[in-house]
């Protein structure tokens, strides 16, 4: 058997949350993408996340679904493959729209 070189890992670690609405599993610590976190959260139809500030950019990816982003005023659209970067510093809010689940992607540095 190989022996697996210092700080090698199999891969990142995983946390699932289920906050009701909103449930994600988030990937974060692996030397490759060293101080990124990938979070895959799904929306459920009614569920929002009310407009806060994040001290680092956000990469949004949508995968399925449709849903709004509320963006230091601008109210965007949102559905499958599309891609929104906000910048740190930027008020951004979350809402579903339609009556189906919103899977997306967040991709951030650590801040």
């Known amino acids: 058997m ?8 199999l891969g990142p670690s ?3 949350t289920d906050e009701g609405l909103r449930r994600y599993v988030e990937l974060s610590g692996s030397d490759a ?3 990124v ?8 139809p009614g569920a929002d996340l009310p407009v806060a500030v994040d ?6 990816i949508t995968i399925s679904g449709r849903g709004v982003m509320l963006l230091d005023g601008d109210r965007i659209e949102v559905s499958a493959n599309e891609v929104v970067f906000v910048q740190a510093g930027c008020p951004c809010g ?3 729209l339609g009556g189906t689940v919103w899977a997306y992607l967040l991709v951030q540095g650590g801040g």
Do not use: Y
């Open 14 to 16: 995983r946390t699932e």
């Open 94 to 96: 979350l809402q579903t």
């Open 55 to 60: 001290d680092v950019g956000q990469l949004f």
């Open 33 to 35: 993408l060293s101080g």
């Open 37 to 44: 976190t990938i979070r895959h959260t799904l929306m459920q």
């Open 2 to 9: 190989r022996k697996r070189p210092p700080g090698f890992h």
